[in-house]
């Protein structure tokens, strides 16, 4: 059978939960409560796992905190058995205009922390799906943007990306990395 690790970065914790940077909990949350399972706290992060189409989906959410993400993707892989073609990270972006998204198979950690752990400890051989956050803050406010809350509006404008994103990692298990970037990065060009 094969096996996925699909992971979704974000920082754990009441506080953070509706936060620009939890963008990818966010995301595997609405495809763990579609696919009716539930996260149990385990060892580095929160997982769950499911079944798609004879694929086994193991998803993680990291309980390590964004800036040592690294730490939790390499046991998942580790103590699966998970080849790194088989991972997908899910990301916030603030490169990319809220909403947008954009699946790579490989790449540079584009200044994200949580990214530039994993690559730390892995390389930078495996997919990232980057889910734009926008960057609507002033010169310095980096920080209290990524980790501000959504307001309502901006929570309807990424519920579309949102619903694509759980599609996209349906896809990335079942047609790959190329078929899927071809398919979607199109769409949301």
Known sequence: MEKYLIVGLGNPGREYEATRHNTGFMILDAFAKASNIVFEDKRYGFVTSTMVKGRKLFLLKPSTFMNLSGNAVRYWLDKENIPQEHLLVVVDDLALPLGALRLKGNGSNGGHNGLGHIQQLIGPQYARLRVGIGNEF???G??????????EEELKTLQPAIEQS???IKSFALAGITVTMNQFNKKNA
């Open 142 to 151: 980096q920080v209290d943007w990524v980790l501000g809350e959504y307001d």
């Open 166 to 168: 759980i599609e996209i």
């Open 138 to 140: 002033p010169r310095g």
